[in-house]
């Protein structure tokens, strides 16, 4: 059983991890806020 501050600091680990891999996705898969739908760039990345 890990103590509370053991406990928070997974979970700020874990939640840094987690924030930097969904920015780096989001920022890769999308280039043009202009449309609803996605652009042929957007589509070719999948």
Do not use: H, W
Not at 3 to 24: H, K, S
Not at 27 to 34: A, D, E, G, V
Request: aromatic residues 10%; proline residues 2%.
């Amino acid at each position: 059983v890990m103590d509370p501050a053991g406990q928070l600091r997974n979970l700020r680990d874990f939640l840094l991890v987690y924030n930097r891999m969904t920015e780096i996705c989001f920022q890769r898969c999308t280039s043009n806020f202009n449309y609803r739908n996605l652009t042929m760039d957007e589509v070719r990345q999948k």
